[in-house]
DNA sequence: ATGAAAGCGCTAACAC
DNA sequence: GTGTTAGCGCTTTCAT
């Protein structure tokens, strides 16, 4: 059995809420010092740890944090859950449930956190619309999403600035003389999703170019296999197009596979643009033009954010929109002219 | 405020500890079944949800597990986590600690854990040597190691088969003709990279080769800077070699990066082997070759391991090692005959 | 400066 | 079948 707090009182030949204060760096000053040193060497020498959980029952919280994400395997959440850590610990520890996007799954993980009192959550994989996490916000429990928004205001979030980096990505592809260009978009109910594509018309308009929805494809998921089927609808719908600008990397990455499948050479015949700048994206072949996003960094603010509400530091309803930079390699290249 | 279980026997009209009864599927059919009736009624009226907290501290139990891995950023790290979790939830949730592969950064974590009172730990970050892990598991704390291995007996642990790996690695090169085969090994103080530098050793000889200690470099670290770093040196040396046997993915794609850098081309000058098979590297350029390893199923394998002597059901010190298949691509091809 | 008493929410042992 | 009692390890009054 591991030392108690009442095993060193009897150690140290004290009381054992003398010990709970000696060795509490908040009230330690109450406790003479002769006495606490001795209380010290006592607990040293048992081998003592405190126990969190006692602490946090009598406390009424947990000192654990929530942190929600669609699927902890996959490249770019593991560096946004490590930035939250990084930040977090050691006050605070993080309790990490994956939801696979399935809003049913999302419910169960929520009510496993819900057991375990977090004091907080940090939700990456929240939709548009999120009743149960205006729920729990609306309860009074500090939530910040990261990575993703939601429509709802109230609720605060840490994202890339995704008008931007469409924005920039757009401008980089009408600068090579692209202007039959194709959106394959991630799922529309994702705040990803939705913003992208929103921001991609706009970055048409703005340059002349009137939005086509036939050049516009949707996935169903941000996965390689929904960009490669994607792709291939776009090809066989037959519409032409110089440049696809992908909603994140992994749909990118579907598309070298069609292309490939196909003798379609990138970037010769059609140029392509990812989205996060996931890691070794610039080994592939061709390496791939892509918005990075500081994911590890999305992660850490969103953990300040989330520390500042409980601790009193900050209201709900925050947005921190954070730079992304176009990553311009050699997936992108000038539109071919054909011979007249 | 939540409800609590006094809340919900006032409602109900009962005692508070027939509340606990009833509700725990374990002791439910203590109670008479319309008494029980009312007070899930009751229960889900208040929007009751046991805490976890409250229930360890009496039955001494955290209802937690550690996981402790090198770095969660890296992206085979989180399909082992993954894995882990699949398995454990949601009567576990995971507590994830990052260790840098970092000594004293790991006992600080690893005190972090004793504070939370975890009921058992997956460590995914050992050294060969760990006395910190062993004096754990010498308290009587269920550990199981996942992807890695530790000297002493008596820990459980769940990795891949890397002498099979590595085996047929060496095979597949001696095949394609090549006997000059260099070997830049991951740090030798931890399993993986020991295992594979001496199982590489083992298949040279196994083929008549005379393993040469000048082919042989380490890096500080399972990282791609430090596999560029042990290429220049191997070029540098003037040693002649056709094949790299790399520790790691990281450390072949860091081979990469130096070959491009000199001008060195793969496979017509270099064939070049990694070790993980890790998301993506089949679309680098050229897809590489590379020993898969199951990480997911790693993380499950430790997980359900770890669940036995939890339970009682198990002894420490199983050894599982999870099959590995070679992965043939393009990084690898015969060795170009110079004109004799 | 230290001790005593009470209680956080829950469950297990023991009555009735 | 249900109520009573006690206590998990800790902190926080309050008293001395």
């Given at each position: 059995m591991r030392a108690t707090i009442r095993d060193v009182a009897r150690e140290a030949g004290v009381h054992h809420t003398t010990v709970s204060r000696a060795l509490n760096p908040a009230t330690?000053?109450?406790?003479?010092g002769e006495t606490a040193a001795r209380i010290r060497a006592a607990a040293a020498r048992l081998g003592y740890v405190p126990d969190a959980l006692a602490r946090g029952l009598k406390n009424n919280t947990s000192m654990t944090i929530g942190v929600v994400v669609?699927?902890?395997?996959?490249p770019i959440m593991g560096q946004v859950v490590r930035g939250v850590e990084d930040v977090v610990m050691p006050r605070y520890v993080a309790l990490v449930v994956n939801t696979d996007d399935d809003p049913e799954r999302e419910r169960l993980q929520l009510e496993v956190l819900a057991t375990r009192k977090v004091d907080g959550l940090v939700v990456a994989?929240?939709?548009?619309?999120t009743p149960q996490i205006e729920a729990l916000v609306d309860s009074g429990l500090p939530v910040v999403l990261a990575n993703r928004r939601a429509r709802g205001a109230g609720i605060s979030s840490v994202t890339s600035d995704d008008a931007a980096g469409v924005a920039a990505a757009v401008e980089h592809l009408v600068a090579l003389g692209h202007r039959r260009i194709a959106h394959i978009s991630g799922?529309?109910?994702?705040s990803t999703g939705a913003a992208r594509a929103a921001a991609f018309r706009t970055a048409l308009t703005e340059h002349g170019i009137e939005p086509d929805d036939r050049l516009v494809r949707t996935a169903k998921a941000f996965r390689v296999g929904e960009g490669e089927r994607a792709f291939a609808e776009l090809v066989e719908s037959g519409e032409q197009f110089t440049a696809v600008f992908a909603g994140n990397d992994l749909i990118a990455v579907g598309c070298y596979d069609a292309m490939r499948r196909r003798g379609i050479?990138?970037?010769?015949?059609v140029s392509i643009v990812g989205f996060?700048?996931?890691?070794f994206v610039d080994k592939l072949w061709p390496p791939l033009t892509s918005v990075r996003v500081p994911h590890h960094e999305i992660g850490r603010q969103a953990a300040h954010m989330l520390l500042a509400q409980i601790d009193g530091r900050a209201e709900a309803g925050s947005t921190l929109l954070l730079p992304v930079s176009l990553q311009v390699r050699e997936s992108t290249g000038p539109v071919e002219r054909v011979a007249p």
């Open positions: 330690a000053q109450l406790v003479k669609p699927d902890l395997a996959t994989s929240a939709r548009l619309h799922p529309l109910d994702t050479s990138c970037p010769e015949h996060n700048d996931m890691p």
